[in-house]
């Protein structure tokens, strides 16, 4: 399949918002609607989706979603006790990364895929603040399938927030001090929620 972005639909801007020390960029559809349909499925079909776990307080919890690496040999990942070596590219992934990449005029070389099958999976707060990430990193967030709302707080002061939809086809850069000032999540949602792919491609540093 060859994945063209927005090629029926009218292109949409991007949206920056500049909050305190961060920075983010929304484009609410940066895919077409058939294109994002498409690449749901044949994300959910293709891709090697494992749930992992994490070591917490000497128990071996499981990670509330299912997740997958992909990128460069060399792009090795490592959080929360987790060390990610990379799948190697799909199609598809090479042909998303390379239509963002003039977005944001940055090159990545890895991308982790979260998969929340329903509305009890979830991300909880976090920074992406990895030392390999480097400062100031852009990670461009790609979505596909329910929209689920992505929360953001400042880390020395809870009560400045910010909150998005963000929605089938969408992207959203983060850069800046974001990631430095902030904290991200993706919350549990009671409402019925059908399947949600994320997309976060990230420059791991060599
Ligand atoms: O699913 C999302 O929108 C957020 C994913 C995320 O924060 C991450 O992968 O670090
Ligand atoms: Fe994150």
């Given at each position: 399949?060859?994945?063209?972005?927005n090629?029926?639909?009218?292109?949409?801007?991007?949206n920056?918002?500049?909050?305190?020390?961060?920075?983010?960029?929304?484009?609410?559809?940066?895919?077409?609607?058939?294109?994002?349909?498409?690449l749901?499925?044949?994300?959910?079909?293709?891709?090697?989706?494992?749930?992992?776990?994490?070591?917490?307080?000497?128990k071996?919890v499981?990670?509330?979603?299912?997740?997958?690496?992909?990128?460069?040999?060399?792009?090795?990942?490592t959080?929360?006790?987790n060390s990610?070596?990379?799948?190697?590219?799909?199609?598809?992934?090479?042909?998303?990364?390379?239509l963002?990449?003039?977005?944001?005029?940055?090159?990545f070389?890895?991308?982790?895929l979260?998969?929340?099958?329903?509305?009890?999976?979830?991300?909880?707060?976090h920074?992406?603040?990895?030392?390999?990430?480097?400062?100031?990193?852009?990670?461009?967030?790609v979505?596909?399938?329910?929209?689920?709302r992505?929360?953001?707080?400042?880390?020395?002061?809870?009560?400045?927030?910010?909150?998005?939809?963000?929605q089938?086809?969408?992207?959203l850069?983060?850069?800046?001090?974001?990631?430095?000032?902030?904290?991200?999540?993706?919350?549990?949602?009671?409402?019925?929620?059908?399947?949600?792919?994320?997309l976060?491609?990230?420059?791991?540093?060599?």
């Amino acid at each position: 399949m060859s994945v063209q972005g927005n090629i029926f639909d009218e292109p949409t801007a991007g949206n920056e918002i500049v909050l305190r020390n961060g920075e983010l960029v929304y484009y609410p559809q940066f895919f077409s609607k058939a294109v994002s349909d498409q690449l749901l499925q044949l994300l959910l079909d293709n891709i090697a989706w494992k749930q992992e776990s994490m070591q917490l307080y000497g128990k071996q919890v499981l990670f509330p979603r299912l997740m997958a690496w992909y990128g460069d040999a060399g792009a090795r990942y490592t959080f929360s006790g987790n060390s990610f070596t990379p799948h190697p590219w799909t199609p598809a992934l090479l042909q998303i990364r390379d239509l963002i990449t003039p977005v944001t005029g940055k090159p990545f070389n890895s991308v982790l895929l979260n998969l929340y099958r329903h509305g009890n999976d979830s991300m909880g707060w976090h920074a992406d603040d990895e030392p390999e990430l480097g400062p100031q990193p852009v990670i461009a967030s790609v979505n596909f399938g329910a929209t689920r709302r992505f929360l953001l707080r400042y880390k020395n002061d809870h009560h400045l927030k910010h909150e998005l939809a963000l929605q089938h086809g969408s992207l959203l850069i983060m850069k800046g001090d974001l990631q430095q000032y902030w904290e991200h999540q993706v919350p549990k949602t009671s409402k019925a929620t059908t399947g949600r792919i994320n997309l976060t491609f990230r420059f791991i540093q060599p």
